[in-house]
């Protein structure tokens, strides 16, 4: 069973309001080098001359860096001074956003993608703070305010790097990013507080006592599990989005694209509500909910292909069912462990990258073999797989509630 700790085994001071929302933006900031590629693909694929299957690589390595930063890297914050690693970890997205600008081919913009995702974890440092320096009763709210920052930050990162694209083509897409990271290095300098480790176990230590926790407590492998697949759905939807609009009915580019993020980003500040909806009616419970709103988006986006308006609002719906999901999950496997917060997060944002780095893979393969009803069909079969999961999950917490006399959507 899992609960949340007591006031008194918070190991940080409580973090004042502005300060979480200051590490919300700090995280959207740096988010940005990740996914600012997905609008400009098709500009990569005539400029490089390759094919869609093959350019997808270059957002499903960022992903997969990202999936390996989070395993090799954040296990870390629960050793050193996060603030060190936040800071160290700007620089090299800097150097790394230069290389992709430099990149002479596909296969070195792949590589420099990979090494760039890997840098980006800065946002899951941050994440781990907000919840240590809150109160039990706030977490999910604070957990919410960061995991805001972090989708408003994917999303409206999307819009400006479509515009840039389309004016400037795809390569200053990663010069705005390197010039970006140099005033965001500073602002964390300035304001982020220094971190305090909870452990002296050495680096090799942290990285085996990932599986006993991943093992011995089942709210975190579903937590794990369960949100893979809906990132899997999050970023099938997204990477193939300028392919739809360009090869659509439309004939869009990939400005459009990324003015998609605006609309996105209405759904995005769900992780905000949702952080309170699960401080209030339990984790389990907004889960649910989650799967169910994410598969009802892409019911809506199967008529996308045709319809304005179903693009539209499957996409609000999207954000909504994807960050309540993630704010849920990730605060009901963080309730497991307060001293390993860094660990679990490791855990947890791995397995959801892997997802999603699996899902851009798939997708781009689906996308070229039978278009957009490939990438509704594979939406939809994650979305029952996730569901599957979470019912047999629950089967299990009401079982253990009856025994303990406890209230099964915390279990």
């Known amino acids: 069973m899992s609960s949340l700790p007591k ?5 940080h001071a409580i973090a004042s309001r502005g300060k979480i929302v200051m590490m919300a933006i700090i995280a959207g900031a740096v988010i940005t080098n990740l996914y600012c590629i997905q609008p400009v693909l098709p500009l990569i694929q005539s400029g490089l001359q390759v094919d869609l299957a093959t350019v997808d690589l270059v957002a499903g390595a960022a992903l997969l860096g990202f999936a390996t930063g989070l395993a090799l890297l954040l296990p870390l914050g629960d050793r050193y001074d996060r603030r060190k690693l936040v800071l160290g970890q700007i620089a090299l997205s800097l150097i790394f956003a230069v290389a992709a600008a430099l990149a002479s081919g596909i296969w070195p913009l792949i590589i420099a993608s990979f090494c760039l995702g890997a840098v980006c974890c800065v946002p899951q440092q941050l994440v781990p703070f907000a ?9 999910g709210r604070s957990v919410g305010t960061v995991v805001s920052g972090i989708m408003v930050g994917i999303l409206l990162g999307r819009t400006i790097s479509g515009v840039i694209g389309a004016a400037y083509g795809w390569r200053a897409v990663y010069w705005t ?20 480790p909870s452990t002296n176990l050495s680096y090799g230590r942290l990285l085996a006592s990932l599986w006993p926790l991943a093992r011995d407590h089942r709210p975190i492998r579903e937590s794990m599990m369960v949100q893979a697949l809906l990132w899997a759905c999050f970023n099938a939807f997204w990477v ?3 392919a739809l609009l360009a090869n659509g009915p439309w004939h869009l580019g990939s400005a459009w694209a990324g003015g998609f993020g605006i609309i996105g980003a209405a759904g995005a500040l769900a992780a905000t509500l949702g952080g309170h909806a699960t401080d209030r009616l339990g984790s389990r419970r907004v889960i649910a909910a989650s799967i169910g ?3 009802l988006a892409y019911l809506l986006l199967a008529g996308a292909e045709t319809s304005i308006i179903f693009l539209v609002i499957g996409v609000i719906v999207l954000d909504i069912g994807v ?15 307060p001293k390993a917060q860094g660990r679990i997060n490791s855990l947890y944002m791995t397995a959801t990258f892997s997802g999603g780095a699996i899902g851009v893979s798939i997708s781009g393969w689906l996308m070229t073999r039978f278009g957009w009803s490939g990438i509704v069909g594979f939406g939809i079969a994650l979305g029952v797989v996730a569901a599957v999961i979470h019912w047999k999950g629950n089967a299990s917490a009401k079982e253990v509630s009856a025994n303990l006399k406890v209230d099964p959507h915390i279990v």
């Not at 309540?324 to 963080?334: D, K, P």
């Open 7 to 11: 006031p008194s085994e918070i190991p």
């Open 177 to 196: 990013e390197a010039a970006f990271m140099i005033p965001v290095g500073i602002a964390a300098a300035a304001l982020l507080p220094r971190g305090t």
């Open 293 to 295: 709103i994410v598969m």
């Open 240 to 242: 193939n989005l300028a």
């Open 131 to 139: 919840a240590v320096m809150s109160l039990p009763g706030d977490r």
């Open 323 to 337: 960050q309540s999901g993630l704010v849920s999950n990730q605060t009901r496997a963080f309730a497991v462990d």
